[in-house]
């Protein structure tokens, strides 16, 4: 069971989540939000000095993502727009009719709707990115399951779930989130998540044994990490 609690540090205000759990993590996520979990009953009075230690860290990822995020263009939903998908760009070619349909071919996404309207083709290529969101993952996690029985944990299964703070995030059940954004990201660095889950699925925070884990599964992690956090949606 775990519960969130917003606290002030030396680094501002933070989001700390208690959960069963042995040592603090902390975290600065993409929007500058400072996140905390800590295990249930670790006192705010060893918490504290943790962040304080880190503070510079914590500066300059807000800093980076500051940065990242005052460069990157918003989407829109005309003829000619840059959209993403599977790491490449491809430019949105609009027409009116019936039935609404989205194609890739070649360099271009094709979409059709009746009215033509933004917010309509905008509906349209979400309801397209989610529909390949669930196959590529699927079809992504599959080689997993085997690796999971072999060793006695939960079988992995995966749900489609909007989060605008996070790629992905795993139960102890065997269920892991992925954000259908993932879709837009090139096929490494979704790998990568997906193996960042599934190492959470024995080891649930992101200590030495997790890290260690994951370096082992995926030696490139730390450079698809940061290719990830810089691909614009």
């Known amino acids: 069971m ?15 989540k208690r959960s069963n759990r042995k040592t603090l993590a902390i975290s600065v996520l993409p929007d500058g939000t400072l996140e905390l979990v800590a295990p249930l009953h670790a006192p705010l009075e060893l918490i504290l000095p943790r962040v304080e230690k880190r503070a510079a ?19 829109r939903y ?10 490449r760009q491809y430019r949105l070619k609009l027409a009116k009719g019936e039935p609404e349909q989205v194609a890739l071919r070649g360099a271009y996404l094709h979409v059709t709707t009746p009215k033509g309207g933004e917010i309509e083709i905008k509906d349209a290529l979400e309801g397209w990115y989610r529909r390949h969101a669930q196959e590529q993952f699927e079809k992504r996690l599959i080689p997993w399951i085997g690796w999971c029985q072999q060793r006695k944990l939960p079988k992995p299964r995966f749900r489609l779930r909007s989060m605008p703070k996070r790629w992905g995030s795993a139960l102890k059940s065997g269920t892991i989130y992925l954000n259908p954004e993932l879709i837009k990201a090139p096929s490494a660095c979704i790998d990568y998540v997906i193996t960042h ?37």
Not at 2 to 16: F, K, M, N
Not at 78 to 86: I, K
Not at 201 to 227: N, S, T, Y
Request: contains cysteine.
């Open 2 to 16: 775990s519960r969130t609690e917003i606290i002030d540090t030396p680094a501002g205000p933070a989001q700390l």
């Open 78 to 87: 005309v003829n000619g727009a840059t959209h993403h998908y599977m790491g």
């Open 57 to 75: 860290w914590i500066r300059t990822q807000r800093r980076t993502f500051r940065e990242m995020n005052a460069t990157r263009p918003t989407l």
């Open 197 to 233: 889950e599934i190492c959470h699925l024995k080891h649930p925070d992101h200590g030495p044994k997790f890290r260690a884990l994951l370096q082992q599964l995926c030696p490139d992690w730390k450079r698809l990490k940061e290719r990830l956090e810089r691909a614009e949606g």
